[in-house]
């Protein structure tokens, strides 16, 4: 079946340090990749997807490059500030089956110092 | 004008009760789902709905029954409430594979 295998929280960082994010997938088919955000007391949102391979997904300083031949997904932010102080959760979405259901990671929590 | 929303946000009940949860989505998406999230943060699916259809039914136990009367709405009852029950539950919607998903804020449950 698909799984998403996220890096290990938590991540500490100070504000302006440089953020990644680990994430890698199986699936069977071609999926689509996802980036969700999640701040305190809030549902998940939406930050960036990719379609296909090589398709980099972009938003709010946070970018991920979609990479079939590693099966990676990792997020990047060149400058995190104490906004970005949140869990970011890695998906997948299935193409052949289940009319798109997707498979999360566990969640990465974020925490960034002033 | 919230894209997804669900009632109620805070649900606080005994063990063994029944309770309902709504929800809502007006962008016109076919389908909908509803997710658990555990204490660690961990999502799980449990069901979806396309166009009123179920179409995924995960390993959910029976007292968890879903019901969509539209495309816009579906909604979670769940019978005889238990401890274990206790979550966050987020409904979200998405009109198809690529898109990704819009998310509810969420409703806490907690079984006492």
């Known amino acids: 079946g698909n799984s998403v295998t996220q890096m290990e929280g938590p991540v500490t960082l100070s504000e302006e340090a440089f953020l990644t994010i680990n994430c890698t997938y199986t699936?069977?088919?071609?999926?689509?990749l996802f980036w969700y955000v999640q701040y305190p007391g809030e549902g998940l949102q939406l930050l960036l997807k990719a379609t296909k391979a090589d398709d980099k997904g972009s938003n709010k300083g946070f970018e991920a490059t979609y990479r079939k031949e590693t099966t990676s997904f990792h997020l990047e932010k060149g400058s995190v500030q104490v906004s970005d102080s949140a869990v970011y959760f890695c998906a997948l979405s299935d193409s052949d089956t289940n009319a798109g259901k997707s498979t999360f990671g566990d969640g990465t929590t974020l925490t960034v110092k002033p | 004008d919230t894209a997804v929303s669900q009632t109620p946000k805070y649900l606080v009940t005994q063990m063994g009760n029944d309770k309902s949860i709504k929800c809502e989505q007006n962008l016109g998406h076919d389908t909908m789902y509803w997710y658990k999230q555990d204490s660690k943060k961990f999502l799980k699916i449990m069901f979806s709905?396309?166009?009123?259809?179920?179409?995924i039914n995960e390993t959910v136990p029976n007292r968890f029954s879903p019901k969509s009367p539209d495309k816009a709405h579906l909604n979670l009852h769940i019978n005889s409430l238990e401890l274990g029950d206790s979550a966050v539950y987020f409904c979200?919607?998405?009109?198809?594979?690529?898109?990704?998903?819009?998310f509810g804020s969420g409703t806490r449950l907690t079984v006492v």
């Open positions: 699936a069977t088919g071609y999926p689509s």
């Open positions: 709905y396309n166009n009123k259809e179920l179409i």
């Open positions: 979200a919607s998405s009109p198809d594979r690529g898109s990704g998903y819009t």
